[in-house]
């Protein structure tokens, strides 16, 4: 099946493609059935150069942008494959990138290129506060040549396959500050060191065979230098990191979309019940040509969000609509799939119930569906803001 923007960095395309035919479904599948990593296909990953697209040359990374990076996620999904695995280091990069200081990039960046160091994870969420990030609870006290770091976080991904971690803490109490995104810094954890000593993991079982955990910080010591850009400002650092996020998760619903069409497509003309194909009852053929219609709109929206952020322009309004769009599309798709493939969607060897979990995480992370339309309500519309 040909799609819009297929033509579109074919070498890339090309280059991922048969890079994860290396590693069919029941790969994926095996790996999901035990709840591992994929440890094999993100190596192939790295080795090939892939998680260090967004790495500037300079750095020994390939110096893409965000439109190529995207077209890497979406082709794992695309595959069969789950960047959960591995995206964070997308879009983590862009942080390091942008805020760190010369020494630190120097220090970090030629080795996450060569794939010595793996920069995976972002510690933001609290179980207290949810979706109100500027009320965490978590501190970071500077004492002397180190920061003291106490408090809790939930749901943090990938920890166990990562060596560094960006951690958002409060430096300043929030009763101390003017507005409450001030007083937020971010650092860099190297988790090796952290790990047992100030920090604990507890992975946290859930529907996704997605690696994710609560941690639990007990005066872990980090040094100074691992600041990253001026106290105080690492929730702006953060945000200006979010619409790179948003845009690659919408690439990668945008693949899982194609996956569910291409899937639903190919059973509804080879299954045949009442002596013809049940793609000919067109009850069978609306939801999918539904479907069909719906990601190739979400794909125009993700592709204006990734060329807006390339040329450094604002986007935060395309990218927040691209990853709505994109989520709810690839969702309607599974469904559309899965009641194709009647009992069968059911079964584990057709992939199926595992897209089709994978798939809905992103109605709820890294930005839930709600908070995306408040976005939009008070942003782009100019209503009364809610909170
Ligand atoms: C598998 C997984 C992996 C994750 N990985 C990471 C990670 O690596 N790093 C990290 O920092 N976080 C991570 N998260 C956390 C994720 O970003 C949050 O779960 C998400 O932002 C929602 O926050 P919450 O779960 O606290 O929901 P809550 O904030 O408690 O919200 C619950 C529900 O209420 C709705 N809601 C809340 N307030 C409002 C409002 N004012 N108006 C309307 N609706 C509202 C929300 O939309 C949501 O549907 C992960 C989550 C999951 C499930």
Redesign the pocket.
């Known amino acids: 099946m040909k799609n819009f923007h297929d033509d579109l960095h074919p070498e890339i395309r090309d280059a991922v493609r048969a890079l994860c035919a290396e590693f069919p479904d029941e790969y994926h599948r095996r790996i999901d059935e035990q709840r591992a990593y994929p440890e094999e296909f993100v190596a192939a990953l790295t080795k090939a150069g892939w998680m260090a697209a967004l790495i500037p040359q300079e750095y020994g990374g390939s110096g893409l942008g965000l439109v190529e990076a995207s077209i890497i996620m979406e082709e794992i999904n695309r595959s069969g494959g789950n960047s ?1 695995a591995c995206h ?1 280091q997308m879009y983590n990069m862009g942080t390091l990138l942008r805020h760190g200081s010369p020494e630190q990039k120097e220090r970090y960046l030629p080795a996450i290129a060569a794939g010595e160091l793996r920069l995976q ?7 207290s ?4 990030t500027t009320k965490i609870k978590t501190t970071a006290v500077r004492q002397g040549d180190r920061y003291v770091i106490n408090g809790q ?6 920890i166990q396959h990562s060596d560094l971690m960006i951690l ?1 803490a409060r430096t300043t109490p929030l009763a101390e500050v003017q507005r409450k995104s001030e007083g937020m810094s971010i650092f860099l954890v190297d988790l090796r060191e952290a790990t047992g000593k100030g920090m604990e993991v507890r992975p ?1 079982a ?3 065979n ?1 690696e ?1 955990n609560e941690l639990f910080f007990e005066n872990l010591e980090i040094p100074a230098e691992n600041l990253i850009g001026a106290e105080g400002r690492g929730f702006k650092y953060i945000l200006d990191g979010l619409n790179a996020e948003r845009a690659l998760i919408a690439a990668e619903c945008i693949g899982d979309g194609y996956w569910f069409i291409e899937r639903a497509t190919r059973y509804a003309s080879e299954r045949r019940v009442f002596d013809r194909p049940i793609g000919q009852n067109q009850g069978v053929q609306f939801p999918i040509a539904q479907s069909h219609i719906e990601v190739e709109a979400a794909n125009l929206m993700r592709y204006r969000a990734c060329e807006l952020f390339d040329a450094g322009k604002p986007c935060g309004a395309e990218a927040n609509m691209a990853k709505y769009l994109a989520a709810k599309a690839s969702w309607e798709a599974g469904e559309a799939c899965l009641q194709t493939h009647g009992g069968f969607g059911f079964a584990c060897e057709y992939d199926i119930e595992r897209k089709f979990r994978e798939t809905r ?1 992103y109605q ?8 995306i ?2 976005f939009v309500a008070e942003h782009v519309l100019g209503l009364p803001r ?2």
Do not use: Y
């Not at 994870?121 to 179980?127: A, D, K, L, R």
């Not at 506060?129 to 109100?132: A, I, K, P, Q, S």
């Not at 976080?153 to 990938?158: E, G, L, M, P």
């Open positions: 959960g964070g994870s972002m510690g933001v969420t609290e179980p506060t949810g979706t109100d976080k939930v749901w943090i991904s990938r958002l946290i859930n529907m996704v997605h994710t995480l709820v992370a890294p930005i839930s569906t709600n908070l339309l408040s809610s909170f």
